[in-house]
Every structure is written in structure tokens, then in C-alpha cells.
């Protein structure tokens, strides 16, 4: 599968983002999803995924209640809303997918096996 992401920028502190990534050669809608994220001098870390049953997310903490992760299985896309962004949401933000079928949402980068190149998030402060 291929993966387009796009939507990032410079946005002050307590603005809002939205991210979308566009999927090709596979469904949305058979796959787990996810966001990433990896500040400069720092590990790629997950942010979000949502599941291909029933629409399960998970998030890591520092992002409950600000980001919402969710899917378009229509256009295909999967989209990352951020609001509320604090200066140490800078990163490059990736999409990425899960091997078609597993259907358990999981966090570790070797769980996903498709990737796509990455958009640039900057939060001033």
C-alpha cells in the first residue's frame, strides 16, 4: 500500500491542525491505522491508530483529549485532527499501516508495515 500524508504547517501554540493521509492499493477499511511522529533528535513515537472493527482508537497520553484520529473509508483517507497544539507536538508526522487483516491495534513501528514520507508539524510557542 501507498501512503500520502499531508496537511502539515506552522501554526502557533493552541491552534489546530488537520492531517489526512491518502491510501492506494489497499482499503482503509481492512487495514489498522495509524499516526506517528519523530521530534528532531528523537525516536519515531506512535500517536494514534484506529482499529478496522468497530472503529477502536487508542492514544498515547499526551494527545488524549486534543487529537482525533478517524477514517473516510469513501475517499479512503485517514485523518489526524489535532487542536489544542503545544510547542512539543513539532515533529514529522507519518501514517502508517498495518499488515491487511490484522485486525489488533498495536504501537510498535515493526507492527505496521507500510509508511508513508512524512509531513512536518511546527508549533510556536
Known amino acids: 500500500v501507498q501512503l500520502q500524508a499531508s496537511g502539515g504547517g506552522l501554526v502557533q501554540a493552541g491552534g489546530s491542525l488537520r492531517l489526512s493521509c491518502a491510501a492506494s492499493?489497499?482499503?482503509?477499511?481492512?487495514?489498522?491505522m495509524g499516526w506517528f511522529r519523530q521530534a528532531p533528535g528523537k525516536e519515531r513515537e506512535f500517536v494514534a491508530a484506529i482499529g478496522w472493527i468497530g472503529g477502536k482508537t487508542d492514544y498515547v497520553d499526551s494527545v488524549k483529549g486534543r487529537f482525533t484520529i478517524s477514517k473516510d473509508n469513501a475517499k479512503n483517507t485517514v485523518d489526524l485532527q489535532m487542536n489544542g497544539l503545544k510547542p512539543e507536538d513539532t515533529a514529522v508526522y507519518y501514517c502508517?499501516?498495518?499488515?491487511?487483516?490484522?485486525?489488533?491495534?498495536?504501537?510498535?513501528?515493526?507492527?505496521?508495515?507500510?509508511w508513508g514520507q512524512g509531513t512536518q508539524v511546527t508549533v510556536s510557542s
Open positions: 502508517a499501516a498495518r499488515p491487511k487483516l490484522r485486525a489488533e491495534i498495536r504501537r510498535g513501528l515493526s507492527d505496521f508495515d507500510s
Open positions: 492499493g489497499r482499503t482503509v477499511s481492512s487495514s489498522v
